[in-house]
């Protein structure tokens, strides 16, 4: 089974995080659903030209009614293969010519401050004297 879409020539994709999950009425509520479950994820956008859009649309159907997760394949910055999982896409017919647009599940970034909490740092503040 063909179940990943890869970007064959251009620059890295831009992924648009998507924010506003939790306000209710935002037009990105649906994201928190999909993204329900016991590990933290992010989901971001990323639209995307192609030849054949509606033909990357029935591969992710088909893939997605056998159970399989699509993927979307592409090169970082520094040229890396990367895969990301997709959960949604939608075929644009631009003028330009075809687009798809792809909604990626993303590995949340924690930032390395977030690993100590302030009560540490009052503690070494005052003194406080360990064993």
């Given at each position: 089974?063909?179940?990943?879409?890869?970007?064959?020539?251009?620059?890295?994709?831009?992924?648009?995080?998507?924010?506003?999950?939790?306000v209710?009425?935002?037009?990105t509520?649906?994201?928190?659903?999909?993204?329900?479950?016991?590990?933290?994820?992010?989901?971001?956008?990323t639209?995307?030209?192609?030849f054949?859009?509606?033909?990357?649309?029935?591969?992710?159907?088909?893939a997605?009614?056998?159970?399989?997760?699509m993927?979307?394949e592409y090169?970082?910055?520094?040229?890396?293969?990367?895969?990301?999982?997709?959960?949604?896409?939608?075929?644009?017919?631009?003028?330009?010519?075809d687009a798809?647009?792809?909604?990626?599940?993303?590995?949340?970034?924690l930032?390395p401050?977030d690993?100590?909490?302030d009560?540490?740092?009052?503690?070494?503040?005052?003194g406080a004297?360990?064993f």
């Open positions: 089974m063909n179940n990943k879409i890869t970007i064959i020539e251009g620059p890295t994709p831009t992924f648009e995080p998507i924010e506003d999950s939790q209710r009425g935002s037009t509520t649906w994201t928190a659903g999909i993204l329900e479950g016991p590990y933290l994820y992010t989901m971001a956008m639209t995307l030209r192609t054949d859009s509606e033909t990357l649309i029935k591969r992710c159907t088909s997605w009614q056998q159970n399989l997760t993927f979307l090169r970082d910055e520094i040229g890396l293969t990367k895969q990301a999982p997709i959960l949604a896409a939608r075929a644009l017919n631009l003028e330009e010519g798809i647009q792809l909604w990626i599940r993303q590995d949340l970034q930032d401050d690993y100590f909490d009560e540490d740092e009052a503690d070494k503040e005052e004297e360990g």
